[in-house]
């Protein structure tokens, strides 16, 4: 963990900020505001990142998963007084910056707006763009929560606007703290109440000296991700999750019947998150490229490990289950999805469609190179024909010599 302790902010006292590094490519932060008498006045930990769709120079499409940006600032973030309300104020690289506003009213407080800037002239992150500069999506959200409680969201929250994807989770804040003391009343968010989130560990248990290894072919489970009252993303797979930390490898089978499923769909992005008591989030994340293909891009995972401490990876620069859109794409031998060194997928009985599910059906499917087996016929086939020609040539040749046994020369 990386803590700055920025320049005193006007009228609201130091501000403690700690970033979290790790392995997962997004932002974990933690922001502890506090006023002019060092009490705090503001409580925010969060993770997040951004997804931007742009357009380049030869008139395609690219899309860009910003997450971890390195040096973090927090200019602007403000207490709020009688005329202005709470305000986190993030900046990050060059020209990128995110604003959360906060209101009170006479027994609640809400999360009124939040807004996203980004610089199109940034060429590392957008390579090639068409339009250079700085653009900014403003979302409005109005969400009320008891003016002393401490607001919770761990389950994935997004937004979509203007071809930029935002993604939320594990979300804690308060923006009107009472007596500078952060307070224990939870008010969960919506998707909170409906999922099974796992709960937060503060000990560590002595990791033992073996881990048990099933080695029985997983369950596949159906999950689905619904957009209003329709069904846009269906996955079916046994997943198989192998882990190795501190030199110690395991495998974990997930059980279909006790993992929920969340997730998003976009118009080129889709994400199907599982969560259960031990897996905080696993994320596939399906983007489309060349406006006509889909394919597995990004894969991130949080979950607790049996010595109760926290593994988390995540790769935006994958290339798995390539399929044209309005198929779906179909595997039903073990396949391996690669995310790092130390994470392996291993999925049975996979069949998945991101994008333009139809009356909540899979359309017709695009088999792996592992089940496709329609090269074997001709192989069959040829291999007929060349031992049957092999058979007449032999037989010809013995009933020829047998014909010339008869005659004697004169």
Same mark, same amino acid.
């Given at each position: 963990?990386?803590?700055?302790?920025?320049?005193?902010?006007?009228?609201?006292?130091?501000?403690?900020?700690?970033?979290?590094?790790?392995?997962?490519?997004?932002?974990?932060?933690?922001?502890?505001?506090?006023?002019?008498?060092?009490?705090?006045?503001?409580?925010?930990?969060?993770?997040?990142?951004?997804?931007?769709?742009?357009?380049?120079?030869?008139? $395609?499409?690219?899309?860009?998963?910003?997450? !971890?940006?390195?040096?973090?600032?927090?200019?602007?973030?403000?207490?709020?007084?009688?005329?202005?309300?709470?305000?986190?104020?993030?900046?990050?690289?060059?020209?990128?910056?995110?604003?959360?506003?906060?209101?009170?009213?006479?027994? $609640?407080?809400?999360? %009124?707006?939040?807004?996203?800037?980004?610089?199109?002239?940034?060429?590392?992150?957008?390579?090639?763009?068409?339009?250079?500069?700085?653009?900014?999506? %403003?979302?409005?959200?109005?969400?009320?929560?008891?003016?002393?409680?401490?607001?919770?969201?761990?389950?994935?929250?997004?937004? @979509?606007?203007? !071809?930029?994807?935002?993604?939320?989770? !594990?979300?804690?804040?308060?923006?009107?703290?009472?007596?500078?003391?952060?307070?224990?009343?939870?008010?969960?968010?919506?998707?909170?109440?409906?999922?099974?989130?796992?709960? $937060?560990? &503060?000990?560590?248990?002595?990791?033992?000296?073996?881990?048990?290894?099933?080695?029985?072919?997983? @369950?596949?489970?159906?999950?689905?991700?619904?957009?209003?009252? %329709?069904?846009?993303?269906?996955?079916?797979?046994?997943?198989?999750?192998?882990?190795?930390?501190?030199?110690?490898?395991?495998?974990?089978?997930?059980?279909? /019947?006790?993992? &929920?499923?969340?997730?998003?769909?976009?118009?080129?992005?889709?994400?199907?998150?599982?969560?259960?008591?031990?897996?905080?989030?696993?994320?596939?994340?399906?983007?489309?490229?060349?406006? /006509?293909?889909?394919?597995?891009?990004?894969? /991130?995972?949080?979950?607790?490990?049996?010595?109760?401490?926290?593994?988390?990876?995540?790769?935006?620069?994958?290339?798995?289950?390539?399929?044209?859109?309005?198929?779906?794409?179909?595997?039903?031998? @073990?396949?391996?999805?690669?995310?790092?060194?130390?994470?392996?997928?291993? $999925?049975?009985?996979?069949?998945?469609?991101?994008?333009?599910?139809?009356?909540?059906?899979?359309?017709?499917?695009?088999?792996?190179?592992?089940?496709? %087996?329609?090269?074997?016929?001709?192989?069959?086939?040829?291999?007929?024909?060349?031992?049957?020609?092999?058979?007449?040539?032999?037989?010809?040749?013995?009933?020829?010599?047998?014909?010339?046994?008869?005659?004697?020369?004169?």
């Amino acid at each position: 963990m990386v803590c700055f302790r920025l320049f005193p902010v006007p009228g609201s006292g130091l501000v403690l900020v700690c970033l979290v590094l790790g392995a997962v490519q997004s932002y974990a932060l933690e922001l502890n505001l506090t006023d002019s008498g060092k009490a705090t006045c503001l409580y925010a930990k969060w993770q997040m990142n951004f997804t931007v769709r742009y357009e380049t120079t030869n008139k $395609t499409y690219k899309t860009v998963t910003i997450s !971890d940006r390195g040096t973090v600032t927090y200019n602007g973030s403000i207490c709020g007084d009688d005329q202005n309300g709470p305000k986190i104020a993030v900046q990050f690289g060059p020209g990128f910056s995110w604003i959360a506003n906060f209101s009170k009213a006479a027994s $609640t407080y809400s999360i %009124d707006s939040i807004s996203f800037s980004y610089n199109t002239g940034d060429n590392t992150t957008f390579p090639d763009a068409e339009d250079k500069g700085i653009i900014t999506v %403003d979302e409005l959200l109005a969400i009320k929560i008891p003016l002393n409680d401490l607001f919770r969201c761990n389950s994935l929250s997004t937004l @979509e606007k203007n !071809d930029v994807v935002q993604n939320y989770w !594990d979300v804690l804040v308060q923006a009107f703290v009472q007596n500078g003391t952060v307070s224990t009343n939870e008010f969960l968010c919506d998707e909170d109440k409906t999922s099974t989130v796992a709960p $937060t560990i &503060h000990t560590t248990v002595p990791s033992p000296t073996t881990t048990p290894t099933p080695k029985e072919k997983p @369950e596949a489970g159906t999950y689905s991700v619904n957009n209003g009252n %329709d069904t846009c993303l269906l996955a079916t797979m046994g997943l198989q999750l192998n882990i190795t930390q501190d030199k110690v490898a395991s495998v974990i089978n997930i059980n279909p /019947n006790t993992t &929920h499923s969340t997730g998003s769909c976009r118009s080129h992005t889709a994400l199907l998150r599982l969560n259960s008591s031990t897996i905080k989030y696993l994320d596939f994340v399906f983007a489309v490229k060349n406006e /006509n293909r889909f394919y597995l891009k990004e894969v /991130n995972v949080s979950m607790y490990l049996v010595n109760g401490s926290v593994f988390s990876i995540a790769n935006n620069n994958l290339s798995y289950w390539d399929a044209p859109l309005g198929s779906s794409y179909m595997c039903n031998k @073990e396949q391996t999805v690669s995310v790092s060194g130390a994470f392996q997928i291993n $999925t049975f009985d996979l069949r998945v469609q991101p994008f333009n599910v139809t009356q909540g059906k899979y359309s017709t499917a695009q088999e792996c190179s592992l089940d496709d %087996d329609t090269i074997l016929i001709p192989i069959i086939v040829g291999a007929g024909l060349s031992g049957l020609i092999i058979v007449i040539v032999i037989a010809y040749v013995i009933g020829r010599r047998k014909s010339y046994a008869g005659y004697q020369t004169l």
